[in-house]
C-alpha cells in the first residue's frame, strides 16, 4: 500500500469519526449520541491537560475547589470535618505541631515519615472542598513549613529520611506530601508549589541509579511520584521532566509483568503504575498490565462482594472467604487508583468500581459520626471488638475495634477517600466539554467551550434513587458538550433536555453525549433504572449477594455499640449483634431477583443514609437460619460451606440494608434449601470448644489450628492455618488436647509444620514421644510403632490402646529451627 493511499484512508476514517461524534453538523445544532469514551484528541483549552508528547488526556480532573458537594456527600464530609481526623493533632504524636519535622526549616525533629502527609493530604482536600477556612489556615501552617525546609540542592522535607534506607533516601513520605502541595497549588495558584517540585525532581533527577527508589514502600508505589512529575510537566513543559518519569519507571517494582506483593495497600495503590507509564510509553502493553492486575488481585482473592478483596494484612493463596477483611487504607487507595484510570482511560468501568468501593466498602469502615475507625473491615463480619483474630485474619491484635487512638496507618491517611470523590464527580474533556463521571448532589463551576464560565447544580439522591437532574446557569448562550456516564449495571438510561426525551440508545458501560448551545436554566435529567441482581460467587462455594444498582445489601443485624476506651471526645468502641445473623437466602428458583421487595422511606429522611436505622432503601427478603452455621473460637463469621445449604428451619421474613450501613454484616449469603439434595452443612472443629494446649504459640498462629480438620497439601502449606512453637529453637517442647469424656485410643496421625525452602525457620523435630493422662500425671504410652518425621504426609503412630482424657505431644525441636503441627488426628 502506497503513502497516497494510506493517507486518503486515514482522512476517512479521520472525517466518519468526526461526523459520527457530532462535531460535523451545524453550529446551533442539538445533537445526542452515545459514545464508548470521550474523544481524546487535542487538549483542553482551559485546564492543565496532557502536553505532548504524553498521550492524551481522557478527562481532566478539574482544580480542587470547582466541585461543592450537596446532600449526603457533604454531610459526610462535614462529619469527617468535625470528627477525629479533622483534629487529629489531638490524638496522633505524629501530627503534633511542636517539634514536628515536617514543620522545621532544618527537617529536624520527630515524626519524619509518612504520617503526617497521610493525614493532611484528606485534611487539606477535605477543607478545600467544603470551602472551611479553619482547616485551610492550618492546612497552610504545614505546607508553609514544607517549602521552609527545602535545601539548595532540592532536597526538602525531614532529613532523617534522606538516609532512611540504609543509608539512601526514602522517597515515599515526599510522594505524599507532593499531593498535599499540588491540591494546594490548585486551590490558591501558589507558585512557590511549582519551584519546590522543580528543583526536588532536579535532586530526584540527579541521584545515581543505586540510590533511587531503593525497596520497598517507594520502590512498590512510585507510580505516585510519576504521577506528580506529569503534573508539574502539565504546567512548566519541561522536558528534562519526561526523562525523570522514564528513570522513576525504571527503578519501579515491575507491575507490568506480575503482582509483585500481596499486601493490600500495595495492591490497590500500585496497580495503575503501568497505565500511569503508557501516557509516556504509549505502550498498550503497559495499559492493558493495569487491567489484569486489577483482575487478577479479585480472581485470586477477591470473589466476594463490595469491590475489594481478601487482604488482612496481605492476601494469602486459601483464605478468599467473604470473612477475609481489607485495610480501611485500601479502601480509600483503591478509589484513587479507580480515579487515576478513570482520567488515564476514560473506561466508565473506573467509574462504576469507584462508586462501587466508596458506597459499600468505605462508610462501614468507621462509625457513622465518624469519631473512630477500624483497621480491617470485611464483607461478612458479626463482630467489631479488640480482640485477637489472628490466624483466622492475617494481622493479630487490635484489628478490629472501633478506635481512633490506634490503627495507625489508616488512623491517618482514610481521609482522602470522601474528598477526593467529590473532586472527581466532574472532568473535564478534550473537546472542552464536562463529563457527569460519578454522581452526587453537588455544584461544579468550570469553564466551557470557548472559556466562558458554566455553573452546573446536581439534584439527586443517588445511589438511593434513580434520577439525576441538572441545571445549567451561564451569563451567555454557549455550546459544549456535556457527557453523561450510564453505568454498565443499567439498562436503558433516559435522557432529556428541558423535558423533552432524547432518542438515544443508551445502555450500560458508555456515556451519552449531549452537543447544543446550552443557555441559563437548561435542565437536564438521567433515569437509571436500577434492578435487582443476584451474583452467584460460584469460586466462594456459590454463596450469593444481592444488589441494586450501585449499591450491594446486607442482613441488617442488631447492633450493640459498647464504650471500650478512648477518651470522652474521642471514645472507641466494639460492635456485638442483638439478633442471628446465621441466615441463608430463599430464593425464587425460576427468577431469584423476584424474591427481593424494594422499601423507600421518605425523600426528606435526612442525610445520614449509612445508619441502620436511617438508610433511605432497603429490600425485604426470606430466609433461614442454618445451625451448623456458627462463629469459630475467634468469634469470625464460620467460614461458608457449600450452597444450596440443607435446613428444616421455618422461612422467616428478613430486612437487607445497603452495605455500607451495616458495620456488622453478612453481604455473602448461603443459599437455604429443605431439598434431599442440598449440602448437609457440618460444625467445624474451629467453632467447638476445643481444649488444646501447647508450651508456646506464636502470636500468628494458633494451637487450635493443629485440629481444625484442615487437611494441608504439603508440610509447607500455607494456605491453611497452623500452629508452630516458634520463635523457639532447640527446645523441648509440648502440644496437649483434651477430651470432653475419656475415650479408647490406639493410634494418632501427625503432619509436621516445615517451611524449607519458602521459610527456613521451621522444620520438623528432632524427635517426639505421645503421653496420655492417668490420674492426672502424664504417662507415655507403650509399644508405639515408631514416632516418624516425614514430611508433606501423615506420620502414624500404634500403640498399646489406652483410656483417657487427654493426650499430649513432645518434641525436640532440632539445633537453630522451630517446629509446628499443622494437623494432628485422632482416629
Not at 486489577?294 to 485470586?300: L, Y
Not at 473506561?347 to 475507625?373: G, S
Not at 422499601?599 to 436505622?613: C, H, Q, S, Y
Not at 498399646?800 to 537453630?816: G, K, N, P, S, Y
Request: with cysteine.
Amino acid at each position: 500500500m502506497n503513502a497516497i493511499l494510506q493517507r486518503r484512508i486515514f482522512l476517512a476514517v479521520l472525517i466518519a469519526v468526526y461526523v459520527f461524534s457530532g462535531y460535523g453538523r451545524a453550529v446551533g445544532e442539538e445533537t445526542a449520541s452515545v459514545v464508548e469514551r470521550p474523544p481524546a484528541m487535542g487538549r483542553n483549552a482551559h485546564y492543565a491537560a496532557n502536553r505532548e508528547p504524553l498521550s492524551p488526556s481522557a478527562f481532566v480532573k478539574l482544580p480542587v475547589g470547582s466541585i461543592r458537594p450537596r446532600g449526603w456527600l457533604r454531610k459526610q464530609l462535614e462529619l469527617q470535618a468535625a470528627g477525629f481526623h479533622g483534629y487529629l493533632w489531638e490524638i496522633s504524636p505524629f501530627v503534633k505541631r511542636e517539634g514536628n519535622a515536617w514543620l522545621s526549616p532544618t527537617g529536624e525533629g520527630h515524626s519524619p515519615w509518612e504520617e503526617m502527609p497521610y493525614w493532611l493530604k484528606g485534611f487539606a482536600a477535605c477543607g478545600y472542598v467544603l470551602g472551611d477556612e479553619r482547616m485551610m489556615a492550618e492546612t497552610k501552617r504545614w505546607i508553609d513549613g514544607a517549602i521552609a525546609s527545602q535545601r539548595d540542592d532540592g532536597w526538602f522535607g525531614p532529613r532523617a529520611n534522606l538516609t532512611r534506607v540504609g543509608g539512601k533516601p526514602d522517597l515515599w513520605p515526599n510522594m505524599v506530601m507532593l499531593n498535599c502541595l499540588q491540591s494546594y497549588y490548585e486551590y490558591t495558584g501558589d507558585k512557590r508549589v511549582l519551584d519546590l517540585m522543580a528543583r526536588y525532581f532536579r535532586w530526584q533527577h540527579a541521584l545515581p541509579e543505586g540510590d533511587l527508589l531503593t525497596p520497598d514502600w517507594q520502590k512498590r508505589r512510585a507510580g505516585d511520584n510519576i504521577l506528580s512529575v506529569y503534573w508539574l510537566y502539565n504546567r512548566t513543559g519541561e522536558k528534562w521532566l519526561l526523562d525523570l518519569a522514564a528513570k522513576l519507571h525504571k527503578h519501579t517494582d515491575p507491575w507490568v509483568e506480575r503482582l509483585v506483593n500481596l499486601h493490600n495497600v500495595d495492591v490497590s495503590q500500585a496497580y495503575d503504575e503501568p497505565a500511569v507509564f503508557y501516557v509516556l510509553s504509549k505502550n498498550p502493553r503497559d495499559l492493558a498490565a493495569s487491567y489484569r492486575r486489577h483482575a487478577e488481585v479479585r480472581e485470586q482473592f477477591g470473589q466476594v462482594p463490595g469491590g475489594m478483596f481478601g487482604g488482612d494484612e496481605n492476601c494469602r493463596p486459601g483464605f478468599g472467604d467473604p470473612r477475609q477483611a481489607i485495610e480501611t487504607c485500601g479502601i480509600v487507595e483503591e478509589m484513587h487508583s479507580n480515579e487515576t484510570m478513570l482520567a488515564i482511560t476514560g473506561d466508565p468501568a473506573w467509574a462504576d468500581q469507584c462508586e462501587y468501593v466508596a458506597f459499600n466498602a468505605l462508610p462501614a469502615a468507621l462509625t457513622a459520626d465518624m469519631k473512630a475507625l477500624r483497621y480491617l473491615t470485611s464483607p461478612n463480619m458479626i463482630v467489631s471488638d479488640a480482640k485477637n483474630k489472628a490466624p483466622g485474619l492475617q494481622n493479630g491484635g487490635n484489628m478490629l475495634e472501633m478506635n481512633p487512638h490506634t490503627h495507625r496507618c489508616c488512623q491517618h491517611n482514610f481521609g482522602h477517600g470522601w474528598p477526593y470523590f467529590a473532586e472527581h464527580l466532574w472532568m473535564a474533556t478534550a473537546d472542552n466539554g464536562l463529563a457527569a463521571v460519578m454522581y452526587a448532589a453537588c455544584e461544579v463551576k468550570a469553564k466551557v467551550g470557548e472559556g466562558r464560565e458554566v455553573t452546573i447544580r446536581t439534584t439527586t439522591r443517588y445511589p438511593f434513587e434513580e434520577q439525576v437532574e441538572f441545571t445549567i446557569s451561564l451569563g451567555e448562550a454557549t455550546e459544549f458538550p456535556l457527557y453523561l456516564r450510564v453505568p454498565k449495571w443499567c439498562d436503558g438510561a433516559a435522557v432529556s433536555v428541558n423535558g423533552k426525551k432524547l432518542d438515544v440508545e443508551a445502555n450500560g458501560g458508555r456515556y451519552v453525549r449531549v452537543l447544543r448551545k446550552w443557555a441559563e436554566g437548561d435542565r437536564v435529567a438521567i433515569a437509571l433504572p436500577m434492578r435487582i441482581a443476584v451474583n452467584t460467587w460460584e469460586k466462594n462455594k456459590h454463596s450469593v449477594s444481592v444488589d441494586r444498582g450501585p449499591l450491594t445489601f446486607s442482613l441488617a443485624i442488631g447492633e450493640k455499640m459498647t464504650r471500650t476506651g478512648g477518651t470522652d471526645r474521642w471514645p472507641a468502641w466494639s460492635i456485638e449483634p442483638t439478633t442471628a445473623w446465621n441466615y441463608g437466602l430463599v430464593l425464587d428458583a425460576s427468577d431469584p431477583t423476584k424474591s427481593f421487595d424494594v422499601v423507600e422511606r421518605d425523600r426528606n429522611a435526612g442525610d445520614m443514609p449509612f445508619v441502620p436505622n436511617a438508610v433511605p432503601i432497603s429490600l425485604r427478603a426470606k430466609g433461614r437460619k442454618i445451625p451448623q452455621w456458627k462463629a469459630d473460637y475467634l468469634g469470625l463469621v464460620g467460614l461458608l460451606q457449600e450452597s444450596p445449604a440443607k435446613t428444616n428451619e421455618p422461612v422467616e421474613e428478613i430486612t437487607l440494608i445497603p452495605m455500607g450501613a451495616a458495620r456488622l454484616r453478612i453481604t455473602a449469603f448461603p443459599v437455604a434449601s429443605d431439598a434431599d439434595n442440598a449440602h448437609q452443612w457440618v460444625v467445624p472443629a474451629e467453632a467447638l470448644a476445643v481444649k488444646v494446649s501447647a508450651s508456646h504459640c506464636w502470636d500468628g498462629d494458633t494451637v487450635v489450628a493443629a485440629v481444625d480438620g484442615r487437611l494441608p497439601k504439603n508440610s509447607d502449606d500455607h494456605t491453611i492455618p497452623r500452629f508452630t512453637w516458634w520463635p523457639k529453637r532447640g527446645s523441648a517442647e509440648w502440644l496437649a488436647r483434651e477430651f470432653d469424656a475419656p475415650r479408647k485410643v490406639s493410634r494418632v496421625e501427625v503432619y509436621w509444620f516445615d517451611d524449607e525452602p519458602t521459610g527456613g525457620k521451621c522444620r520438623v523435630p528432632k524427635s517426639w514421644r505421645l503421653s496420655y493422662r492417668k490420674d492426672g500425671k502424664w504417662v507415655a504410652v507403650e509399644n508405639a510403632s515408631g514416632y516418624g518425621v516425614e514430611k508433606d504426609r501423615f506420620n502414624a503412630v500404634k500403640f498399646d490402646a489406652v483410656e483417657t482424657d487427654a493426650l499430649r505431644i513432645d518434641v525436640e525441636l532440632r539445633d537453630d529451627v522451630s517446629g509446628g503441627v499443622l494437623e494432628w488426628r485422632v482416629p
